[in-house]
């Protein structure tokens, strides 16, 4: 999967999310891809929601919706929209995981700042993943901490964009808490966002005696005090509990965290993807979803913001959306560079090509489709 920002091309493969924790060839998990519109900042989100439809309605279950960004934005659209639904599938069926949230409760920019509201309670299972001074997904609680808000706005270049590949999700220092069927989790940062260009320099030395400080006066603008904080030693029982979708012990390796769709809104580049087990792989069209046409090509979808469901024919993946940066274009604070980061944890994504299928959002992709998609691509 291959990712664009704002002003360029990176490249950037979804299944390295996490070290390639969903969607790698070593997860064991099938993961595909779904195509929309990304970098449109109205039209982007609502075609990207109308992708995860057809993907999460075309690929077997059980089905984990993974969104990255902007996928976790639309993905949070899919959970408003049908949670309740009767005719929705069951908790059993489908789950999600949700990383670098704009719509977070606890930090999201969005719903910080009062543009939208925060991800719902629903009866499905979500796991909110953030890292520490993530601009998108970590906002201050203090926005007039102006310190604050500026290691925030470098957290859109250096922690949202580039940060959620490398981080190692069992073994990095986290905050876990869990509030009705969501599990958040906080990846602690010892290093200031702020400072990465002095590191990029060459001066180690100087921004090593300058973090201390800054990260007393940054860290005062967070309430950290968050609601039934999990004890560091059930850390990973409880992740696996929220990977799998269940409420007891559950391996990380069952039915449940082995098919992922990975909804990917890459800061650098929208890529969603939504994975599954076993089952067939199949291709979703993001047009299926609005006038019931199949395509034999993957749907990804990049959605900038979430407008009203309007009609967008199959997209192609070539605009890129970054789901931040809608957050931070309401905000001030916006990602750096208007960047979408999505990446399907197991589909390629590359920005130029637009025909991966995937639920993810931000970028979503049917587990039963295989797709490449880059910024703006969603896999199942």
Known sequence: MTGYTFGGTIEWDMAEIFQGAYCSEASGNTCSAV?????????????????????????????????FS?????????????????????????????????????????????????TPGSEYNVLDIAIQYDGAADFPDNPLNI????????????????????????????????EGNTTYVLLRRENLPLLEPLRMLGLDELADRLNGPLKEIIDSAYDRDYPGLVDPADHDEVLQDALSGTTGKHALGGP?????????????????????????????DTGSAVDGESDSTPVTSDGDEAAEDTDVADTDDTGTDDAAADDT????????????????????????????????????????????????????
Do not use: M
């Not at 109308?50 to 279950?61: D, E, M, P």
């Not at 925030?152 to 922690?159: E, H, K, L, S, T």
């Not at 274009?329 to 299928?357: F, K, N, P, V, Y």
């Open 329 to 380: 274009d309401d905000a001030a604070t916006d990602d750096t560079e208007d960047t979408d980061d999505t990446a399907a944890d197991d589909a390629d994504i590359d920005d130029t090509d637009t025909d991966d299928a995937g639920t993810d959002t931000g970028n979503t992709s049917a587990s039963s489709s295989d797709a490449d998609s880059s910024s703006g691509d969603s896999q199942t």
């Open 256 to 284: 449940r965290a082995s098919r992922f769709s990975l909804v990917a809104d890459q800061q650098v580049d929208g890529v969603s993807g939504v994975g599954r087990h076993s089952a067939p792989d199949a291709t979703v």
């Open 147 to 178: 310190l604050a808000v500026a290691n925030a706005i470098a957290g859109f270049q250096y922690v949202h964009i580039f940060g959620y590949q490398d981080i190692d999700l069992d073994s990095s220092e986290k905050l876990v808490w869990t």
């Open 70 to 118: 902007q996928g976790a934005t639309i993905s949070t659209h899919w959970i408003r929209e049908n949670a309740g639904d009767d005719d929705a599938p069951s908790p059993d069926e489908l789950s999600f995981v949700l990383a670098a949230n704009p719509l977070r409760k606890y930090g999201g920019i969005r719903s910080r700042l009062g543009i939208d509201q925060p």
């Open 35 to 67: 195509r929309y519109l990304s970098g449109l900042p109205v039209g982007g989100e609502a075609d990207g929601l109308r992708a995860l439809r057809a993907a999460i309605n075309t690929t077997a279950s059980p089905t984990t919706v993974v969104g």
